[in-house]
């Protein structure tokens, strides 16, 4: 079974920045899209921002010109820096492929505080 390991989620205040790390066992990973998605509370989970084979990106509204995703192949990780932080990206992050499959890592929490 494919593993996603994610991490760097913390407590931070409106404004500030947090980078998210994903690591990766999955085969083939140069081929796949990838993605970061957030879990809002008491909402489902949405695509947040994702990176393509060739490296082109696309990025939700709200995340764009503020997130910047980027991969290494290499070592299979993703990762996602996040600047300008505000409220409303609370929430539980998650790297998966994108399309995203059925089994997802732990995720890392993301709080931001007034």
């Known amino acids: 079974q494919v593993q996603f390991v994610e991490s760097g989620g913390g407590l931070v205040q409106s404004g500030g920045s947090l980078t998210l790390s994903c690591t990766t066992s999955?085969?083939?990973?140069?081929?796949?899209?990838m993605g970061w998605y957030r879990r809002a509370p008491g909402q489902e989970r949405e695509m947040v921002a994702i990176?393509?084979?060739?490296?082109?990106?696309n990025y939700t509204h709200s995340a764009k010109g503020r997130f910047t995703i980027f991969r290494d192949n290499a070592k299979k990780t993703v990762t996602l820096q996040m600047t300008s932080l505000k409220t409303e990206d609370t929430g539980r992050y998650y790297c998966?492929?994108?399309?995203?499959?059925?089994?997802w890592g732990q995720g890392t929490q993301v709080t931001v505080t007034t």
């Open positions: 999955l085969p083939g990973f140069q081929i796949f899209a």
């Open positions: 990176i393509k084979n060739d490296d082109s990106t």
């Open positions: 998966h492929y994108y399309p995203p499959g059925t089994f």
